[in-house]
């Protein structure tokens, strides 16, 4: 049994789903795993972590309305140290996730056809953001 682990330092981007399928894919070739699992941690509290459609834009421009009516950015909220988006990017990271787990196959990530691991930052001004990629397996 094999335990790869590793942080993936992320370009600060502004608000939207962003792919980073890419960089998952290669940390599990430095890992050496054929079978077995990969998770990916986002390591903050106003962004989150997606499996999503990746043929459609129009997916993505859906969810990301659809966050902005559930945390509008003028409702009145007591946390605002870091600005008006700060405490709507918390909401909408606690309805989402911080963590995905997909199989590894032949050492692939056993997504599906249409699938793609997004970063989905909910913070207008942009922000660096780490991922830790733990593989497991053989």
């Known amino acids: 049994m094999n335990v790869h682990q590793e942080e993936i330092d ?3 981007r502004g608000r939207g789903l962003h792919d980073v399928t890419g960089e998952i894919r290669r940390a599990i070739a430095r890992a050496g795993v054929r079978t077995g699992l990969c998770t990916v ?8 972590l997606v499996i999503q459609e990746n043929a459609d834009p129009a997916v993505q421009r859906d969810l990301q309305r659809w966050a902005e009516r559930i945390a509008p950015e003028d409702a009145e909220y007591e ?5 008006p988006d700060d405490m709507p990017a918390h909401i909408r990271a606690a309805f989402t996730r911080t963590t995905e787990t997909v199989p590894v196959r ?5 997504l599906g056809t249409w ?3 997004y970063l ?3 913070r207008r001004a ?4 780490q991922l830790i990629v733990t593989v497991v397996g053989a």
Do not use: K, M, V, Y
Not at 41 to 48: E, K, N, R
Not at 106 to 110: G, M, P, Q
């Open 79 to 83: 946390h605002d140290t870091e600005g």
């Open 126 to 129: 942009p922000h660096r953001r």
């Open 10 to 12: 992320l370009p600060a």
């Open 41 to 48: 941690f986002l390591q903050h509290t106003s962004a989150s």
């Open 120 to 122: 989905w930052e909910h």
């Open 115 to 117: 699938q793609a691991i």
């Open 106 to 110: 032949n050492a692939e990530l056993l």
